[in-house]
């Protein structure tokens, strides 16, 4: 291949070359900003568990509570019990495994939705900590204390030091927090130690009435586990909590996104590639003309002793290079667009099973929802894969300009006119 | 004489269509030799026969002491690259190059190192007294000029053989007998044969000897 040859042919016929390369770019454009925008939206269904740090979530229905009065779970989180809890941990895939126990408490004259939970946990609700607003979160071995949510306190002018009293039992304000920080899953108004909500639920007559609540039990799990076995431990988590069981993953957060989010998440690669091919077919098309209107000059090539294996690697190098540039210029409009794209939001609904409210409280039936950015990018994979797309067009254009180059015969194009 | 090239009862067909029937040639070394005949006489596809640009649907060309006939394509593309000049009444420069590398493009594929096949191409075009045109590309230059580029190509691989298709046909009588006079001095200077396939009387009576075609047949 002859690169000043190559140089000239490209640069000087620059109408020819700039439409090849600007169909590639836009092949290229397109493809990598439908799986950027898929991979924005595949990430933006992750947030509500990557908020709390994990991969999954377990609970299990139950029943309806017979009466509104005092401590009672809402009928998506009803007890898992200690052994349930400890075999899902063993499941194969499993990093680390959080319990909560979340509940209702209706007062004479006041609601409050309480959560007790771990706070040594380095994620689910211990990933509350991040959030505190003022005082102190908790330790391993408070008891009698709570942290308050800092809408609830609000709402109900709480401050730090003072008492929140539930079934009679008294707690402690000694911090406000941002519950914003948890992805909006179980978002209380009040945080206890896991051991204190536990106590009280294992004697509040309308738990015990519909469940079989355990001291030890909790009703909400938060799982990490490795991506690749997720699925797995969804399964898992599933066969072991039995009919009733809601295992919640960032593939069930994407459902939630609906049928745009669906149709990009499952064709978002066909219509891709469909839109990658056509360009290519288009700088195929692009090529076949340049080598029609240079019949003469391959006649000519063939003519001066050029043998076949030298114009088609000429060709092709011209070919390489209009691929290659197409291609980086397409991944810089993608850059583009992607840039635009994360100006955009994607507001991820979180079920009211993750997040139960009393629906005849005002605000009880209000969907609640993770706002977050649109994180649409271009990963170096991403960039890697349309480059070798762009290589394959290319690649295409090699197989197919042999066989066109060996139709041209020398002694018919360059007759004397 | 020393025989550059022969063709040996050359026949080629197209279809039910004989456009060289039973031709038979010797062009000797340092000749200029004019083949004339009329539009549809089979002069051109003689000549593209000799140069190996067509196969041969029978009969045999040999090239000094090399037998061409049966030859591949790109044997016979490497043979013209190494022995043979061709030039066309068209010119065929590549629009995008300078006459420079026009003169050296044959030489292209070649292991030739860059100083050198532009070293050879600068004589080339000297040869042909467009030394100062080098730099420029085809559409800069005149008629005449684009053949002499064509003849300076044609030069690269110091051939013994140099066929010519019409090499007046595109250009005005003045600049037709420049390029006959450049023809005899590079015979006279570096011995090199030529085969002008023409219909021009005027070209043919420069030639040192002219073999008419009618019908595809030497009469």
Same mark, same amino acid.
């Given at each position: 291949?002859?690169?000043?040859?190559?140089?000239?042919?490209?640069?000087?016929?620059?109408?020819?070359?700039?439409?090849?390369?600007?169909?590639?770019?836009?092949?290229?454009?397109?493809?990598?900003?439908?799986?950027?925008?898929?991979?924005?939206?595949?990430?933006?269904?992750?947030?509500?568990?990557?908020?709390?740090?994990?991969?999954?979530?377990?609970?299990?229905?139950?029943?309806?509570?017979?009466?509104?009065?005092?401590?009672?779970?809402?009928?998506?989180?009803?007890?898992?019990?200690?052994?349930?809890?400890?075999?899902?941990?063993?499941?194969?895939?499993?990093?680390?495994?959080?319990?909560?126990?979340?509940?209702?408490?209706?007062?004479?004259?006041?609601?409050?939705?309480?959560?007790?939970?771990?706070?040594?946990?380095?994620?689910?609700?211990?990933?509350?900590?991040?959030?505190?607003?003022?005082?102190?979160?908790?330790?391993?071995?408070?008891?009698?204390?709570?942290?308050?949510?800092?809408?609830?306190?609000?709402?109900?002018?709480?401050?730090?030091?003072?008492?929140?009293?539930?079934?009679?039992?008294?707690?402690?304000?000694?911090?406000?927090?941002?519950?914003?920080?948890?992805?909006?899953?179980?978002?209380?108004?009040?945080?206890?130690?896991?051991?204190?909500?536990?106590?009280?639920?294992?004697?509040?007559?309308?738990?015990?009435?519909?469940?079989?609540?355990?001291?030890?039990?909790?009703?909400?799990?938060?799982?990490?586990?490795?991506?690749?076995?997720?699925?797995?431990?969804?399964?898992?988590?599933?066969?072991?909590?039995?009919?009733?069981?809601?295992?919640?993953?960032?593939?069930?957060?994407?459902?939630?996104?609906?049928?745009?989010?669906?149709?990009?998440?499952?064709?978002?690669?066909? /219509?891709?590639? #469909?839109?990658? &091919?056509? +360009?290519?077919?288009? @700088?195929?098309? %692009?090529? $076949? =003309?340049?080598?029609?209107?240079?019949?003469?000059?391959?006649?000519?090539?063939?003519?001066?002793?050029?043998?076949?294996?030298?114009?088609?690697?000429?060709?092709?190098?011209?070919?390489?290079?209009?691929?290659?540039?197409?291609?980086?210029?397409?991944?810089?409009?993608?850059?583009?667009?992607?840039?635009?794209?994360?100006?955009?939001?994607?507001?991820?609904?979180?079920?009211?099973?993750?997040?139960?409210?009393?629906?005849?409280?005002?605000?009880?039936?209000?969907? /609640?929802?993770? #706002?977050?950015? &649109?994180? +649409?990018?271009?990963? @170096?994979?991403? %960039?890697? $894969? =349309?480059?070798?797309?762009?290589?394959?067009?290319?690649?295409?254009?090699?197989?197919?300009?042999?066989?066109?180059?060996?139709?041209?015969?020398?002694?018919?194009?360059?007759?004397?006119? | 004489?020393?025989?550059?090239?022969?063709?040996?009862?050359?026949?080629?067909?197209?279809?039910?269509?004989?456009?060289?029937?039973?031709?038979?040639?010797?062009?000797?070394?340092?000749?200029?030799?004019?083949?004339?005949?009329?539009?549809?006489?089979?002069?051109?596809?003689?000549?593209?026969?000799?140069?190996?640009?067509?196969?041969?649907?029978?009969?045999?060309?040999?090239?000094?002491?090399?037998?061409?006939?049966?030859?591949?394509?790109?044997?016979?593309?490497?043979?013209?690259?190494?022995?043979?000049?061709?030039?066309?009444?068209?010119?065929?420069?590549?629009?995008?190059?300078?006459?420079?590398?026009?003169?050296?493009?044959?030489?292209?594929?070649?292991?030739?190192?860059?100083?050198?096949?532009?070293?050879?191409?600068?004589?080339?075009?000297?040869?042909?007294?467009?030394?100062?045109?080098?730099?420029?590309?085809?559409?800069?230059?005149?008629?005449?000029?684009?053949?002499?580029?064509?003849?300076?190509?044609?030069?690269?691989?110091?051939?013994?053989?140099?066929?010519?298709?019409?090499?007046?046909?595109?250009?005005?009588?003045?600049?037709?007998?420049?390029?006959?006079?450049?023809?005899?001095?590079?015979?006279?200077?570096?011995?090199?044969?030529?085969?002008?396939?023409?219909?021009?009387?005027?070209?043919?009576?420069?030639?040192?000897?002219?073999?008419?075609?009618?019908?595809?047949?030497?009469?």
């Amino acid at each position: 291949m002859n690169v000043s040859y190559l140089f000239r042919e490209l640069t000087r016929r620059s109408s020819r070359t700039l439409s090849a390369i600007f169909s590639v770019a836009i092949g290229i454009t397109l493809f990598v900003s439908l799986q950027a925008y898929a991979g924005g939206y595949r990430e933006a269904a992750r947030a509500p568990l990557s908020e709390v740090g994990a991969d999954i979530t377990a609970q299990r229905q139950g029943d309806v509570p017979e009466g509104f009065t005092g401590i009672l779970f809402p009928h998506s989180v009803a007890p898992l019990h200690r052994d349930e809890i400890e075999a899902i941990a063993e499941l194969p895939g499993v990093e680390g495994i959080t319990e909560s126990l979340f509940f209702w408490s209706f007062e004479e004259d006041s609601f409050v939705a309480g959560l007790g939970f771990d706070p040594a946990a380095d994620f689910g609700h211990g990933r509350l900590r991040a959030g505190l607003i003022e005082g102190r979160f908790l330790d391993v071995d408070d008891s009698g204390v709570t942290l308050v949510d800092a809408s609830y306190a609000t709402q109900n002018a709480l401050s730090l030091g003072d008492m929140v009293i539930i079934i009679g039992n008294s707690f402690e304000i000694v911090g406000i927090v941002d519950t914003t920080r948890t992805g909006q899953i179980a978002n209380a108004n009040l945080y206890l130690p896991l051991a204190d909500a536990q106590a009280m639920s294992a004697i509040a007559p309308n738990v015990l009435a519909v469940h079989d609540m355990r001291p030890d039990d909790a009703n909400l799990i938060f799982i990490k586990s490795e991506q690749t076995q997720a699925e797995a431990v969804v399964a898992g988590a599933e066969a072991i909590l039995g009919k009733k069981a809601l295992v919640s993953s960032a593939e069930s957060f994407g459902e939630q996104l609906g049928a745009l989010f669906d149709i990009i998440d499952r064709f978002g690669v066909l /219509v891709g590639l #469909v839109a990658f &091919l056509f +360009a290519a077919g288009i @700088l195929v098309r %692009a090529v $076949a =003309a340049g080598v029609w209107e240079r019949r003469r000059e391959v006649g000519m090539m063939r003519a001066v002793g050029w043998e076949k294996k030298n114009i088609v690697r000429q060709l092709l190098g011209e070919t390489l290079v209009i691929a290659l540039v197409g291609g980086l210029v397409g991944l810089l409009l993608s850059w583009g667009v992607t840039l635009m794209m994360s100006q955009a939001t994607v507001t991820v609904p979180v079920p009211w099973e993750l997040s139960p409210s009393p629906h005849f409280l005002p605000g009880g039936a209000e969907e /609640v929802a993770v #706002v977050v950015p &649109l994180n +649409a990018k271009i990963t @170096l994979e991403l %960039a890697l $894969a =349309a480059l070798g797309l762009s290589a394959v067009a290319a690649a295409l254009v090699g197989l197919w300009l042999p066989g066109r180059i060996a139709n041209i015969k020398p002694a018919e194009v360059l007759r004397s006119e | 004489m020393n025989k550059v090239i022969t063709a040996k009862s050359l026949v080629k067909s197209f279809g039910t269509v004989t456009a060289v029937d039973g031709m038979d040639i010797e062009i000797n070394a340092g000749e200029i030799v004019a083949l004339m005949g009329r539009s549809g006489s089979g002069k051109t596809t003689a000549m593209h026969l000799l140069a190996g640009l067509e196969q041969a649907t029978s009969g045999k060309v040999r090239y000094q002491d090399k037998e061409l006939s049966g030859l591949d394509e790109d044997t016979l593309a490497l043979w013209r690259r190494e022995n043979i000049g061709l030039v066309f009444q068209s010119f065929h420069l590549i629009p995008t190059l300078s006459a420079l590398e026009n003169v050296a493009f044959p030489l292209y594929p070649s292991d030739i190192s860059v100083t050198e096949r532009t070293k050879r191409a600068e004589s080339r075009l000297e040869m042909v007294g467009l030394a100062d045109r080098a730099t420029h590309r085809p559409s800069r230059l005149s008629g005449g000029e684009q053949q002499r580029v064509a003849i300076a190509r044609a030069l690269i691989n110091d051939p013994d053989l140099i066929l010519a298709d019409e090499p007046t046909g595109n250009l005005d009588s003045e600049t037709g007998k420049e390029i006959l006079a450049l023809f005899h001095r590079l015979r006279d200077e570096a011995g090199v044969a030529f085969l002008i396939v023409t219909h021009d009387d005027e070209v043919a009576e420069t030639a040192d000897r002219v073999i008419r075609m009618k019908d595809g047949k030497i009469i």
